[in-house]
């Protein structure tokens, strides 16, 4: 069961660092979100040493190196979490205060890294353990590691608690919050550590195996454990309640990108050079922008072969129609009309002398713009059916070869 929940989490934790990573590529100058990408990271990268298997191959050649790196990598989670509430907060003013935090970092793995090599051979394989806290060198190192860790827990929850109560953004003050009950988790788990090696450190009479420090202690992990996956959880909240939303408007642009196929087509057909370059490509958003502006730009270019006459006859006999119909349904059908027509003059050579203005018409952003023309396409496929039998116009206003 243990081992589940440890490859649970890890697994956990890989995913949140490459989802940030990918979200750093994006914004690659953007400091809080590198301090968390960096977070992730060293939370993924410590506890992969102790994976079973792994773990097996690096302590047959370093007794104890895992542990070191597990305890290594997890203060240096605490820096990045420090230095994220330091470019939230402050921005680069805070610079200084971060190298003076940094240079805190570099002490405290140097005293941790000489303690652990000094250490008896026993000592370093756990030397953080309940048992090996009777050790000089295992109190030094577990006071060096959870003092800092605390120091820079203790700031981050401060910062927390102060945002979580000034975000106004739903989904920000909630993980504000996960976050500040991961941080109070994890001090609170530091502070009882920290208390157990300060207790059997100075008082000689007491030995790791008594009842009261075996349950006391008991408290460290469960508490690491319960607070590491809620800042994961936390940190990752906002973009993991998005999901529904973006779930949701993936499947309708996928829905409007098969409906715009068939109008897609046709003016693909008749002005091959605006096809824009790069091939074939799956269902993509980049796929879907692609196929609605090389909609909007082919519509452009049919302007010349609007006629003017068909115009007039086709608007008079939608909006002269007494039923129920919203004037943006008629004008989808009239301009339907006209863009059959003048794909067909398109092909035949037949522009207009003096071509009928198309009034603009679409959205407002290009999601909405796309709805719009899935239902001109819609009305394209029907006024095209209506018509399939009809000639070219000869419209008086045609230009005629001579």
Request: proline share 6%; net charge positive; aromatic share 8%.
């Amino acid at each position: 069961m243990r081992v589940a929940l440890t490859v649970a989490l890890e697994i956990g934790l890989w995913w949140a660092a490459i989802v940030k990573l990918q979200h750093l590529r994006r914004s690659p100058g953007d400091r809080p979100l590198r301090a968390v990408t960096g977070l992730c990271f060293c939370l993924a990268l410590g506890p992969l040493a102790a994976m079973p298997g792994l773990n097996e191959v690096i302590e047959e050649a370093v007794p104890g190196l895992s542990r070191l790196l597990l305890n290594l990598f997890t203060v240096t989670a605490t820096y990045c979490l420090m230095a994220f509430y330091g470019y939230s907060v402050g921005g680069e003013h805070t610079s200084g205060q971060l190298r003076r935090w940094l240079a805190g970092l570099i002490g405290a793995q140097t005293v941790m890294a000489l303690a652990w090599v000094l250490a008896p051979p026993p000592i370093r394989i756990a030397p953080a353990a309940l048992e090996s806290l009777d050790d000089r060198h295992s109190v030094i190192f577990t006071v060096t590691a959870l003092g800092y860790m605390g120091f820079g827990l203790s700031h981050a929850f401060r910062w927390s608690v102060r945002y979580a109560r000034a975000a106004h953004r739903v989904r920000l003050r909630t993980s504000l919050r996960i976050v500040s009950v991961a941080l109070a988790c994890l001090l609170t788990a530091c502070l009882s550590k920290v208390g157990v090696a300060l207790t059997l450190g100075l008082a000689g009479d007491l030995r790791p195996d008594e009842e009261v420090i075996a349950a006391v202690s008991l408290v460290y992990p469960v508490l690491v454990l319960l607070g590491t996956a809620l800042i994961v959880t936390g940190f990752c909240y906002p973009a993991v309640a998005s999901w529904p939303a973006r779930v949701r408007q993936a499947r309708e642009r996928r829905g409007l990108y098969r409906r715009l196929g068939p109008l897609w087509f046709r003016m693909r057909a008749a002005f091959p050079h605006l096809v824009l370059p790069g091939g074939w490509l799956p269902w993509t958003d980049r796929a879907y922008f692609r196929r609605v502006i090389e909609i909007r730009d082919t519509i452009v270019q049919l302007g010349p072969y609007y006629d003017p006459e068909l115009a007039a006859r086709v608007r008079s006999a939608e909006f002269g129609d007494s039923s129920a119909t919203a004037e943006d349904t008629r004008e989808i059908r009239v301009r339907a009309v006209l863009t059959v027509d003048a794909l067909r003059r398109k092909q035949a050579g037949q522009p207009v002398e003096s071509p009928y203005v198309m009034p603009a018409l679409g959205g407002d952003d290009l999601d909405s713009d796309a709805r719009w023309l899935a239902g001109l396409a819609a009305a394209v496929e029907d006024a095209e059916a209506q018509s399939a039998a009809e000639p070219v116009s000869s419209s008086t206003s045609s230009i005629r070869s001579t």
